[in-house]
């Protein structure tokens, strides 16, 4: 028996490897070998129930797949946020005012500092760092397509990368809240 999902793992362990680092969010919580841990113990469970017997590798990738977004999202559901009025312990300061100290200026500034801080943890390329930090000094895209070296359509393209990877950050971020 176990010879067999030896076998099954083996065919499938590449294209697990992959969805899993597709699901992989950049969650501090977990990352793509958890879920790859996961997955894994789901289809061992599976494969001893006898609920594999005869499933095609799609069949089987798709419900690892789907086992694996259900994880992410209660996961995710049980995440816990804190306040930040309230304090980290008992007798030290509130998380607010501890950001306060670590970040000077204005309420906004102080959002602005974190969100950059949550945009640099999201992974971006270094050309991709590069091109949101010649665009926050203002440069154009045409500007930035010279001194890059690049044509200005792939700086649209790098732009858009790093939009999509902040538009997931604000949507993770907003369904945290939510929760």
């Not at 490897?17 to 996961?38: C, P, S, V």
């Not at 300061?93 to 974190?114: F, H, M, Q, W």
Request: aromatic letters at 8%; charged letters at 30%.
């Amino acid at each position: 028996m176990e010879k067999k999902f030896e076998r099954m793992f083996k065919d499938l362990s590449p294209t697990l490897r992959r969805i899993t680092r597709k699901l992989n969010g950049h969650f501090t919580f977990f990352d793509e070998d958890d879920l790859f841990q996961e997955a894994l113990e789901h289809l061992w469970i599976a494969y001893r129930n006898g609920a594999l017997g005869g499933k095609t590798d799609s069949y089987v990738l798709q419900g690892c797949y789907f086992h694996l977004k259900n994880y992410i999202r209660k996961t995710m559901d049980r995440a816990t946020l804190a306040s930040a009025s309230l304090s980290v312990d008992e007798d030290g300061p509130a998380i607010e005012d501890t950001l306060v100290s670590r970040y000077s200026g204005t309420e906004e500034a102080i959002d602005n500092t974190l969100l950059a801080e949550s945009i640099e943890r999201i992974g971006l390329s270094k050309r991709e760092e590069r091109v949101l930090s010649l665009l926050l000094r203002g440069m154009t895209v045409r500007e930035i397509g010279d001194d890059m070296g690049v044509s200005h359509v792939m700086v649209v393209k790098i732009k858009n990368r790093i939009k999509t990877k902040c538009r997931a950050l604000r949507n993770m971020r907003h369904e945290g809240y939510q929760n």
